[in-house]
């Protein structure tokens, strides 16, 4: 009986090593419940699994990124739904949310809620709000601000 649990334990952990590799297809009828992160392309309608450890963006599983930490992360590029934002740390977009003021937990959440929307180009982030604008902003117009985060679309 032990044996047979060991067994069942070892192929256990195999199929989970096995649908956490890169390169697998998004056909799950092999295998019915998903390890990692369900997900439907709302173009295609296609369904299937990203492997632990990735999200799902339009036609492929990405990387999780990590969270956005200043000043760590000052003039770094981060992309979420095929968009691509340099961060800028202390510093403000100075208002303007043509596109609404959002309540957001932190930077990241900011930048990716103007990341789904298309014409959203400099996202800013302060204190628990995030300005989103259509604007397209050159570096030079951010002004300094202490714990604020902007995000220009590159």
Request: with cysteine; hydrophobic share 35%.
């Given at each position: 009986?032990?044996?047979?649990?060991?067994?069942?334990?070892?192929?256990?952990?195999?199929?989970?090593?096995?649908?956490?590799?890169?390169?697998?297809?998004?056909?799950?009828?092999?295998?019915?419940?998903?390890?990692?992160?369900?997900?439907?392309?709302?173009?295609?309608?296609?369904?299937?699994?990203?492997?632990?450890?990735?999200?799902?963006?339009?036609?492929?599983?990405?990387?999780?990124?990590?969270?956005?930490?200043?000043?760590?992360?000052?003039?770094?590029?981060?992309?979420?739904?095929?968009?691509?934002?340099?961060?800028?740390?202390?510093?403000?977009?100075?208002?303007?949310?043509?596109?609404?003021?959002?309540?957001?937990?932190?930077?990241?959440?900011?930048?990716?809620?103007?990341?789904?929307?298309?014409?959203?180009?400099?996202?800013?982030?302060?204190?628990g709000q995030c300005?989103?604008?259509?604007?397209?902003?050159?570096?030079?117009?951010?002004?300094?601000?202490?714990?604020?985060?902007?995000?220009?679309?590159?």
């Amino acid at each position: 009986m032990m044996n047979l649990k060991a067994l069942a334990l070892i192929s256990l952990a195999s199929l989970v090593h096995a649908a956490t590799q890169p390169g697998l297809t998004a056909d799950q009828s092999f295998c019915p419940s998903c390890i990692g992160t369900k997900y439907t392309d709302p173009s295609t309608g296609q369904s299937g699994c990203c492997p632990s450890g990735t999200q799902y963006q339009p036609a492929s599983c990405v990387a999780i990124p990590a969270r956005i930490t200043c000043p760590a992360d000052n003039g770094h590029l981060y992309t979420m739904n095929g968009y691509t934002y340099k961060v800028y740390c202390d510093m403000s977009t100075n208002g303007g949310s043509d596109l609404g003021l959002v309540r957001a937990a932190d930077a990241q959440a900011c930048v990716d809620q103007c990341a789904a929307i298309p014409n959203c180009n400099s996202p800013s982030y302060y204190a628990g709000q995030c300005w989103l604008s259509s604007q397209v902003k050159a570096p030079n117009t951010l002004v300094y601000q202490a714990g604020a985060v902007s995000f220009l679309k590159q």
